[in-house]
């Protein structure tokens, strides 16, 4: 199995902004849609953002809309969630994961994935 590996987490202000990647070796990784999640201390895993295999349709949790954006670079096997307008609540550690679809990774809970990678933590100070 081929996880991929989440980077760009750190300490930052409230208002302030990350652009986390989340990097894949699989060879098919563009025929795939891909999700980040995040899990806030104490709280289950949620979907943030999910983007189709080739870009075109993204969703986000009503939660981020209008301040996270999901993109994604096939020619690198990478994709990444830029995270503007942080708040404290956004304090969590952030995953992504792969899916065979958009619609898949958004009808698919976290625990029904069989692997995780280990993820990359976020913390906004207020």
């Known amino acids: 199995q081929v996880q991929p590996v989440e980077s760009g987490g750190g300490l930052v202000q409230a208002g302030g902004s990350l652009r986390l990647s989340c990097a894949s070796s699989?060879?098919?990784?563009?025929?795939?849609?891909m999700g980040w999640f995040r899990q806030a201390p104490g709280k289950e895993r949620e979907l943030v953002a999910a983007i189709s295999w080739s870009g075109g349709s993204t969703h986000y949790a009503d939660s981020v809309k209008e301040r996270f954006t999901i993109s994604r670079d096939n020619a690198k096997n990478t994709v990444y969630l830029q995270m503007n307008s942080l708040k404290p609540e956004d304090t969590a550690v952030y995953y992504c994961?792969?899916?065979?679809?958009?619609?898949?990774?958004?009808?698919?809970?976290?625990?029904?994935?069989?692997?995780w990678g280990q993820g990359t933590p976020v913390t906004v100070s207020s």
């Open positions: 994961n792969i899916g065979p679809s958009l619609h898949r990774i958004l009808t698919k809970s976290p625990p029904e994935y069989d692997y």
């Open positions: 699989r060879r098919s990784f563009s025929a795939y849609a």
